[in-house]
T-cell receptor, first 117, second 114 residues
Framework: ETGVTQTPRHLVMGMTNKKSLKCEQH?????MYWYKQSAKKPLELMFV???????ENNSVPSRFSPECPNSSHLFLHLHTLQPEDSALYLC????????????????FGPGTRLTVT | AQKVTQAQTEISVVEKEDVTLDCVYETRDTTYYLFWYKQPPSGELVFLIR??????QNEISGRYSWNFQKSTSSFNFTITASQVVDSAVYFCALKTDSWGKLQFGAGTQVVVTP
């Protein structure tokens, strides 16, 4: 399998549930990202992992908890979500260049469409 | 602060017409990168092009072309002879920091009808 894959593609959960989103990249990259895309809002970066270390947490509520066990896998653990968290959650990966060097493009997965009821 | 503005919310064209998508960016950094992505109805963002701030050469790739003008802080995208498969939301994005944070514009929905 190639590129960036995400599972599940669709998820409906109640506000008291706990679920996890999974992302896997097959591109040999060492940086991974979670984005949230809501209707009528620009894409919002949530978390950045570079070399398995979290380097950015963009003021995301604690009900979203990321995990990056290795450079190929990224999870987003969800608990006690709110209806306004319903959105498309996109995972991306890229080469990480640290503090210097060229900026590589990010490759995105197909997303998980999350509905919180 | 970084900002990307895509003023066109939606553009509708008939197949074979050309369509130009505008992107205006703001940054105080001298080194930065600009990107265009396509998001078809399936949801996946597809990378189209990357341009760094020191390379103002325009680029053509098939029916796609990009016009980068630092003087006006614009990075416009033209689809020539549009096709129905070009129907998608197109995002312009700016990157200035080290850790890959992309600042996306709001996107432009392109609708191509036969």
């Amino acid at each position: 399998e190639t590129g960036v894959t995400q599972t599940p593609r669709h998820l409906v959960m109640g506000m008291t549930n706990k679920k996890s989103l999974k992302c896997e990249q097959h591109l040999g990259h060492n940086a991974m990202y979670w984005y949230k895309q809501s209707a009528k809002k620009p894409l919002e970066l949530m978390f950045v992992y570079s070399l398995e270390e979290r380097v950015e947490n963009n003021s995301v509520p604690s009900r979203f908890s990321p995990e990056c066990p290795n450079s190929s896998h990224l999870f987003l653990h969800l608990h006690t979500l709110q209806p306004e968290d319903s959105a498309l959650y996109l995972c991306a990966s890229s080469q990480s260049t640290g503090l210097a060097g060229p900026s590589y493009e990010q490759y995105f997965g197909p997303g998980t469409r999350l509905t919180v009821t | 602060a970084q900002k990307v503005t895509q003023a066109q919310t939606e553009i509708s064209v008939v197949e074979k017409e050309d369509v130009t998508l505008d992107c205006v960016y703001e940054t105080r950094d001298t080194t930065y990168y600009l990107f265009w992505y396509k998001q078809p109805p399936s949801g996946e963002l597809v990378f189209l092009i990357r341009r760094n701030s020191f390379d103002e050469q325009n680029e053509i790739s098939g029916r796609y072309s990009w016009n980068f003008q630092k003087s006006t802080s614009s990075f416009n995208f033209t689809i020539t002879a549009s096709q129905v498969v070009d129907s998608a939301v197109y995002f312009c994005a700016l990157k200035t920091d080290s850790w890959g944070k992309l600042q996306f514009g709001a996107g432009t929905q392109v609708v191509v009808t036969p």
